[in-house]
């Protein structure tokens, strides 16, 4: 029973840990292995986890997220409150955390206004800006730091890649909110939670290291070395809490994207594909076996990072299984509201749709 639950937790990392023991078999285990693993993609990836799991347990966002909603004054303000909440939030902690935080502000929100009805919609939407509202920096979802660090993309031409797809996005977003009706409300909820200021500026220098790291100013050695001691001084839970399942899932799609990229016959095919069109290849592959793993498997083949990039964040949106974030939204709601699931599943489908085909037809125009 333990196995099982492990592996429906951990359904992408059992997929990928297969996967590359599969490729295994095609490609025997030499030396040309050890260039497969980028370093440090792994290494920025778990100092922000880390950094974040550490705010995380001080309450850090929840207490400012609930400091703003109390300031709302009707429902449509709170809808849009807590869309650039989780928004903005995936830019600085990436989506998942970002959904793991502020979808339960957002359950609470409308329970204790009694506008339960408007959950699945709420949920829907905060999945949604969650999956893009990190695509504008290179920490902001995993397989941005991945291609970031891959390609060595400057930091300027990211942002200018990314910048017309995201303002698209905050738009978007903002119509899909206009239908919801600005119901009056008062909150009258104390929140009992107090900050722990010192421990709040002590992660918050070591996210300015992180961040510091991701953008090659400082060598991610010094962070490995920094980050770990304070946090095991500090706060060891948030070591322990770090979400090592993601960071197995990068590593066994490293091996299997590097071996793939040896079988010649698989290195033609999906070269020739990519030749064709990367942005709509990257954008379908992510509907079958996500985007982090779509971003590792699809570089080993393309030269084209830009057209890359854009596929695999616009591509988050769509199945349920485009985004690990999708899945961490779609379980919550589940366990909430079991009795919504098709509802949930419905609007699910009809908002993602709406919003990869409009991306992705606005990207095809830009590129």
Do not use: W
């Not at 995380?56 to 703003?68: C, G, V, Y």
């Not at 299997?256 to 592959?285: C, E, H, M, P, Y």
Request: glycine letters at 4%; hydrophobic letters at 55%; one cysteine or more.
């Amino acid at each position: 029973m333990k196995a099982l639950r492990f592996i429906k937790k951990n359904a992408v990392f059992c997929i990928a840990a297969l996967a590359a023991a599969v490729s295994c078999f095609f490609v025997p285990l030499d030396i040309e292995y050890l260039g497969y693993f980028d370093l440090k993609t792994l290494s920025c990836l778990f100092l922000t986890l880390a950094v974040i799991c550490a705010l995380r347990n001080i309450k850090f966002f929840t207490i400012l997220a609930r400091k703003l909603v109390n300031m709302t004054g009707n429902l449509r303000s709170l809808f849009l409150l807590l869309i650039v909440i989780t928004f903005i939030g995936s830019m600085i902690i990436a989506n998942d955390m970002a959904l793991i935080t502020f979808l339960p502000l957002g359950y609470f929100a409308l329970s204790v206004t009694r506008q339960e009805k408007y959950m699945a919609y709420l949920f829907v939407l905060q999945n949604i800006s969650a999956n893009l509202g990190g695509m504008l920096t290179p920490f902001g979802n995993p397989q941005n730091l991945y291609l970031y660090s891959y390609f060595n993309i400057p930091t300027g031409e990211f942002c200018q890649i990314m910048l017309p797809s995201f303002l698209l996005a905050v738009f978007l977003l903002v119509v899909a909110c206009l239908p919801i009706k600005p119901i009056r409300f008062t909150l009258d909820e104390d929140f009992p939670e107090k900050l722990n200021a010192k421990k709040a500026v002590l992660y918050g220098i070591l996210f300015l290291l992180s961040i510091l790291i991701v953008f090659r100013i400082i060598p991610f050695v010094v962070g490995l070395l920094i980050v770990p001691i304070v946090l095991f001084i500090v706060d060891r839970e948030a070591l322990k809490m770090v979400d090592y399942a993601l960071l197995g899932t990068f590593f066994f799609f490293f091996i299997f994207a590097g071996n793939l990229a040896r079988i010649d016959a698989v290195n033609a095919l999906v070269s020739s594909l990519l030749q064709k069109d990367t942005l709509i290849v990257s954008v379908l592959t992510c509907q079958f076996i996500s985007n982090v793993p779509s971003a590792i498997l699809l570089s080993r083949f393309t030269g084209d990072y830009a057209a890359l990039l854009l596929g695999v964040n616009i591509g988050g949106t769509g199945t349920l299984i485009a985004s690990l974030a999708s899945l961490i939204t779609f379980n919550e709601f589940r366990i909430l509201h079991p009795e919504q699931t098709k509802k949930y599943i419905l609007i699910f489908t009809a908002a993602n749709a709406a919003f990869l085909v409009i991306l992705t037809l606005a990207a095809k125009f830009i590129f």
